[in-house]
């Protein structure tokens, strides 16, 4: 069964970093593609953060320099390291796997979501 789990999310003060992990099974984890998404309340899911099964990394411009996505494919686990939040960057942050470097559709595999929020 495939399975994408994100966790790590929690509230922190503007100015703090989280680190979220997303475990994922079922998958041929090294031929797919794995980002995170994001979704604040009334708010469409927007792409945060991609890497590809080559190690490519695609960001959001409002995260670039701030946040870094990795991948440990022995772990089967992709990461996220958020540092200087913002309150902005409060959301429900969504763990995504697809086989296809195309993030304009609503594709793949998708988690539960672990919430982040980011108090001024």
């Known amino acids: 069964q495939v399975h994408v789990v994100e966790s790590g999310g929690g509230l922190v003060q503007a100015g703090g970093s989280l680190r979220l992990s997303c475990a994922a099974s079922?998958?041929?984890?090294?031929?797919?593609?794995m980002a995170w998404y994001r979704q604040a309340p009334g708010k469409q899911r927007d792409l945060v953060a991609a890497?590809?099964?080559?190690?490519?990394?695609n960001y959001a411009d409002s995260v670039k320099g701030r946040f870094t996505i990795s991948r440990d494919n022995v772990k089967t686990t992709v990461y996220l390291q958020m540092n200087s939040l913002k309150p902005e960057d409060t959301a429900v942050y969504y763990c995504?796997?697809?086989?296809?470097?195309?993030?304009?559709?609503?594709?793949?595999?998708w988690g539960q979501g672990t919430q982040v929020t980011v108090s001024s």
């Open positions: 890497v590809s099964s080559g190690g490519t990394t």
């Open positions: 995504n796997a697809r086989a296809v470097w195309n993030f304009s559709s609503m594709y793949g595999v």
């Open positions: 079922g998958i041929s984890f090294r031929t797919n593609h």
